[in-house]
């Protein structure tokens, strides 16, 4: 059984930056795709990011791209979310995700293709 742990989420001002930390435990990360969702309040989960076990390919929502960058460090069994120029709208529960590598898209950018996944970590940013 996989366990992803989040981390590094708070409070930020517009334009700030965080990094959020994924860590995971009981198998090979290097077996795993991963990605990041996020859900605002009354808001359905949506997907963010995701990258290939390799750490060669990744894909991101139109809006985040160019501030947000996913990478991942199979040797440490972690992932990351580096999330500069934060905006008002990027507030949210980050929660990290990650399914078999062997399995599926590539890329895979719905929740359902996710069968692992953490507790969420809150980001806010103030305007």
């Known amino acids: 059984q996989v366990q992803l742990v989040e981390s590094g989420g708070g409070l930020v001002q517009t334009g700030g930056s965080l990094r959020l930390s994924c860590a995971a435990s009981?198998?090979?990360?290097?077996?795993?795709?991963m990605a990041w969702f996020r859900q605002a309040p009354g808001k359905e989960r949506e997907f963010v990011a995701t990258?290939?076990?390799?750490?060669?390919?990744?894909y991101y929502v139109d809006s985040v791209k160019g501030r947000f960058t996913i990478s991942r460090d199979n040797a440490k069994n972690t992932g990351y979310l580096q999330m500069n120029s934060l905006k008002p709208e990027d507030t949210a529960v980050y929660y990290c995700?990650?399914?078999?590598?062997?399995?599926?898209?590539?890329?895979?950018?719905?929740?359902?293709?996710?069968?692992?996944w953490g507790q969420g970590t809150q980001v806010t940013v103030s305007s």
């Open positions: 995700a990650a399914r078999d590598a062997a399995q599926g898209v590539l890329l895979a950018t719905r929740t359902a293709a996710y069968a692992y």
């Open positions: 009981g198998r090979a990360f290097s077996t795993l795709n």
């Open positions: 990258i290939h076990w390799s750490g060669v390919n990744t």
